[in-house]
């Protein structure tokens, strides 16, 4: 009979000869699974200025369009595991309810767009290439699905040296990873600015706190101020915006993103409203 371990190491010798061919996302994740069991599988490059590309995806052809081809356009940007790559530079694995921040299911990303992916539980890889490109690599449980156990996890997590070096080997050259797809600006920077030439600096803050998905709680307690005074500051915020909800203000924040098409920095809005 064979062993866990012998089974890995048969999908591994799969794995190391495919390096830098189109097989190998498939095989690398055919040998995750051999491991941990999960429903669906997406891997994702990144590279600072350009579309996000997706290297592999598993998802039914017919739920790719409201999932992964919208994803791309421009809520990656409030995506937990994107915002810990760029933000705190995170690498490893991890679990998406150790990096949502407190009252995510609550957010209008989460039910705008989150919700409709149907997953239960997500853990992934976050894998830096360069300064400048990092990979992550989603398994998901669906709704009808067990979550991952704490025994899975830590299969993953001892395993993660192998994950990163197959991917550094196979995503790190230039040919492999450069987009066809570039976009004319920075979305981050789209992000950070969002707002600001007509909010102060504190109404800002609240206004991005609360597109990453913070709770009023959570947004006084990172700001050192009471929950009145940020929901004063975010209504204020939606009336400068002329929007009167987490909905609209999702949705302007996404449509302002999807006008640009010569962005050179500085507040998305401006020229939009």
């Not at 690498?91 to 209008?108: I, V």
């Not at 950070?192 to 803050?205: I, M």
């Amino acid at each position: 009979m064979s062993s866990p371990l012998q089974g890995f190491s048969q999908k591994l010798a799969a794995v190391l000869p495919e390096l830098r061919s189109e097989r190998l996302p498939a095989l690398l994740l055919s040998m995750l699974k051999s491991l941990v069991p999960f429903d669906n599988a997406v891997i994702l490059s990144y590279t600072k200025g350009e579309t996000p590309q997706v290297h592999y995806n598993d998802i039914p052809p017919l739920e790719r369009e409201t999932q992964i081809n919208s994803f791309i356009t421009g809520p990656f940007l409030l995506d937990p595991f994107y915002r810990a790559a760029v933000d705190q530079g995170e690498a490893g694995l991890h679990r998406l309810c150790d990096l949502a921040p407190e009252g995510f299911e609550k957010t209008e990303y989460y039910r705008s767009y989150f919700k409709y992916t149907d997953i239960k539980d997500e853990v992934g890889y976050i894998i830096h290439l360069s300064a400048d490109k990092f990979l992550n690599i989603s398994l998901s449980r669906l709704s009808l699905s067990q979550r991952f156990n704490q025994p899975h996890i830590s299969i993953l997590r001892d395993i993660t040296a192998i994950v990163e070096t197959i991917c550094k080997e196979h995503w790190g050259s230039e040919a492999v990873t450069k987009s066809h797809n570039p976009l004319p600006m920075q979305l981050d920077s789209a992000l950070k600015h969002f707002g600001t030439a007509y909010l102060t600096e504190r109404e800002s803050q609240v206004v991005h706190l609360f597109l990453h998905g913070h709770s009023t709680k959570s947004i006084a307690d990172r700001l050192g101020i009471s929950p009145e005074t940020v929901k004063l500051h975010r209504k204020n915020s939606y009336a400068k915006l002329d929007v009167s909800s987490q909905a609209e203000l999702f949705y302007l924040f996404i449509d302002s993103l999807a006008s640009l098409t010569d962005y050179s920095g500085g507040d998305p809005l401006v020229g939009y409203l």
